[in-house]
């Protein structure tokens, strides 16, 4: 079990870590103990679609403890890091404590660092990025921007493509004006899952595989008509796998295989940025 600090019941809580690391399973624990309403901070579970392949809260964990912003988008929605500030902000006054949980640490950072307010990217804009190599979009941004990206995320390299094109102003201009924030990080108790890595592998295996017992493979089949590699709700990690075995270009194996690697990649990423951009958390290790 994890070793955590004290909590004093007045503070929110904050829960951040990597995929599979225990993060729900420690939101309950203190909702359970120390009361509070959860809250989610996880981009690909916001969307109603899906709940198995996102490895969303159980309904039967919905009824242990209140959750809030969970799967309440619909999947061709727009939703960004803006949509989820204005949604948490009433829920940081609604006189329950909440306990915010997830591993989208842009969420985060927004909460307790700011967010700045940049201008709508139109559609037209947005499929020409979508066209487009990275290269290519790296080669027309200005040198301040590229030196604040990863520049092997193609996401966030189109997203300050998209920004610069769009306003004509670079996204670092925007990221200069950001307001104060919602939550200071001395007013939370902010909690970094600090999973090895040995101990994480194994588990990101076994919760695929309690995926497809639980019926990931039909939940995806249901979406299948709908699906459109360009919208955010089917990039989540195992969507387009299982639709490439539905499609019968891949075997379900194969299709198991690519999930793990896909999904060990995305948690050396959040790993990665935790440890770079959270060092005044405080990080706890779970007993392995």
Known sequence: MIRLPPIPPDRPVLIAGATASGKSALALRIAREAGGVIVNADASQ???????????PSPEDEAAAPHRLYGHVAWDAPYSAGHWLREVAPLLRGGVRPIIVGGTGLYFSALTQGLAEIP??????????????IEAMLADLDPASVAALDTRNRARVQRAWEVQTASGKPLTHWQAQTPAPLLALGDAVPLALDAPRDWLLPRIARRFDAMLEAGALDEVAAMRERFDPALPAFKAIGVPELVACLD??????????????????????????????MRDWQWVSPEV
């Not at 690519?258 to 951009?277: E, G, M, N, P, S």
Request: charged share 35%.
């Open 46 to 56: 916001v969307y109603g679609c899906w709940r198995v392949v996102t490895a969303r």
């Open 248 to 277: 019968g270009q891949i075997t379900l194996e194969e299709a198991r295989e690519r999930v793990a690697i896909a999904t060990r990649r995305f948690a050396k990423r959040q790993r990665t940025w935790f440890r770079a951009r």
């Open 120 to 133: 709508d990217v139109p559609a037209k804009v947005r499929a020409e990025a979508d066209a487009l190599p």
